[in-house]
């Protein structure tokens, strides 16, 4: 059994796709091939159930597909998985040489027209992880009693003492984002109380904001932001103890490598794209008349849902987290 996947983004759904591969790798007994963003082709190939990885260009739309048509179509394919859910994936499904294709209860625009058939209901009031597991249970094989995110990061060494905490305190929305004094005020007590050391990660944009926090803090900081690739984000997540974040990508590497996150969340839903596992902890303030409200901009103007969160409640959160 050859089977195709396709998930082409973003950086927290390609990690909530993993248990539903390994569970697909296992229940057939296949080889997995899998089609993303070349953005994500090195980072996919950390995943260790895809066999070979295919590339396809973020813009470009149909046109944009042509120049890994002969990659595509390389092998062909006893079933063709679309856990996107769009029109561009499942076109990517449709072009790859497959017997039959599956999309997923989720799928939106006109995709639905590109597959022989759905995988599943249509529930959104579960976790992204759920959610794309029902193609598996579509198939008539077992669920996994505990789903597994199978990647493999190469080992990191660090000369910092435990407890190392990564801080991950920016996103690509400004409404998920906590202010940088309070990190500030978290890691200094947190500092006082257990000798932590801090690991300010993000992107190139995010240098700003970590390089405040981290100069607030002196010695017991690194800033590694827009210092590191996807892969070696994964290698320092996986020498943490604690990773404290808003709903960002370094959230679900940190969550997927197994480091316990201590995640906030203001204007998204947490039960839906919060990290995944028991391990893991919630802090939000919601606020009555927006809560959830999926805006990248506070219609109210005072980003009342993130600025609610007292450093006082993740403090002890944080600490209750490190004992256990």
Do not use: M, W
């Given at each position: 059994m050859h089977i195709l996947i396709v998930k082409l983004s973003s950086l927290g759904d390609l990690f909530h796709a993993l248990p539903t591969v390994r569970a697909l790798r296992q229940g057939l007994g296949a080889t997995v091939d899998w089609v993303t963003?070349?953005?994500?082709?090195?980072?996919?190939?950390?995943?260790?159930?895809?066999?070979?990885?295919?590339?396809?260009?973020?813009?470009?739309?149909?046109?944009?597909?042509?120049?890994?048509?002969?990659?595509?179509?390389?092998?062909?394919?006893?079933?063709?998985?679309?856990?996107?859910?769009?029109?561009?994936?499942?076109?990517?499904?449709?072009?790859?040489?497959?017997?039959?294709?599956?999309?997923?209860?989720?799928?939106?625009?006109?995709?639905?027209?590109?597959?022989?058939?759905?995988?599943?209901?249509?529930?959104?009031?579960?976790?992204?992880?759920?959610?794309?597991?029902?193609?598996?249970?579509?198939?008539?094989?077992?669920?996994?009693?505990?789903?597994?995110?199978?990647?493999?990061?190469?080992?990191?060494?660090?000369?910092?003492?435990?407890?190392?905490?990564?801080l991950a305190p920016c996103s690509r929305w400004e409404t998920k984002n906590w202010p940088a004094a309070r990190f500030v005020e978290v890691a200094r007590a947190l500092r006082a109380q257990t000798g932590a050391h801090f690991f300010l990660v993000g992107a190139p944009e995010d240098r700003a904001v970590c390089g405040t926090i981290a100069a607030a803090l002196g010695a017991a900081a690194v800033d590694l932001s827009g210092q590191t690739s996807l892969i070696e984000l994964g290698s320092v997540m996986q020498a943490m103890d604690l990773a404290l974040t808003v709903d960002s990508g370094p959230m679900h590497i940190a969550a997927a490598v197994g480091v316990p996150v201590l995640a906030l969340f203001g204007p998204t839903d947490p039960r839906r794209t919060g990290p995944y596992g028991a391990q893991h902890r919630v802090v939000s303030a919601p606020v009555a008349d927006c809560a959830i409200c999926f805006r990248a901009r506070c219609r109210r103007g005072d980003l009342a849902c993130m600025a609610r969160i007292t450093p006082d409640l993740v403090i002890a959160a944080a600490r209750e987290m490190l004992r256990a």
């Open positions: 963003q070349t953005t994500y082709v090195e980072l996919v190939r950390c995943f260790s159930d895809v066999r070979r990885v295919i590339g396809v260009t973020r813009r470009g739309g149909a046109a944009g597909l042509r120049p890994c048509l002969r990659e595509l179509r390389r092998d062909r394919y006893d079933l063709i998985v679309d856990l996107q859910g769009l029109t561009k994936s499942a076109l990517v499904g449709r072009l790859a040489r497959g017997v039959r294709r599956i999309g997923p209860s989720y799928h939106r625009e006109i995709s639905r027209l590109f597959y022989h058939e759905v995988g599943g209901l249509r529930d959104k009031n579960r976790h992204a992880v759920e959610e794309a597991l029902e193609v598996v249970r579509h198939l008539g094989l077992p669920l996994p009693a505990t789903p597994e995110f199978p990647v493999v990061f190469p080992r990191k060494a660090f000369a910092a003492a435990h407890p190392r905490i990564a």
